[in-house]
Nanobody, 121 residues
Framework: QVQLVESGGGLVQPGGSLSLACARS????????MGWYRQAPGKGRELVAS???????NYADSVKGRFTISRNNDKTMVYLQMNSLKPEDTAVYYC???????????????WGQGTQVTVSS
């Protein structure tokens, strides 16, 4: 069974930094992308950043230049470095992996349980 566990959320003042980490466990045949989404109160879930299997990264316009996504070589960890945080970055942040467990399996989006990030003075 594939599991994703996020860590690193918390309370930070505007302009501060936080680092999120997501640990993947369980057997996977192939990973397409790894990424982070967020959901603010009363809003839908939105893509924050993603990293493809080849290393190409993609960011929401609202976080470009402030957030950096990375992963380790064996794709068991994905990170999100968040700098210059703003109150509008407050949300629950979810780790996600698009992968297939077997060579003949369909692609599936796995999700973590989420970690709260609050930016407030």
């Amino acid at each position: 069974q594939v599991q994703l566990v996020e860590s690193g959320g918390g309370l930070v003042q505007p302009g501060g930094s936080l680092s999120l980490a997501c640990a993947r466990s369980g057997s996977i045949f192939e990973i397409n992308t790894m990424g982070w989404y967020r959901q603010a109160p009363g809003k839908g879930r939105e893509l924050v950043a993603s990293i493809a299997s080849g290393g190409t990264t993609n960011y929401a316009d609202s976080v470009k230049g402030r957030f950096t996504i990375s992963r380790n070589n064996d794709k068991t960890m994905v990170y999100l470095q968040m700098n210059s945080l703003k109150p509008e970055d407050t949300a629950v942040y979810y780790c996600t992996v698009n992968a297939r467990r077997l060579s003949f399996s369909t692609w599936y989006n796995y999700w973590g349980q989420g970690t709260q990030v609050t930016v407030s003075s």
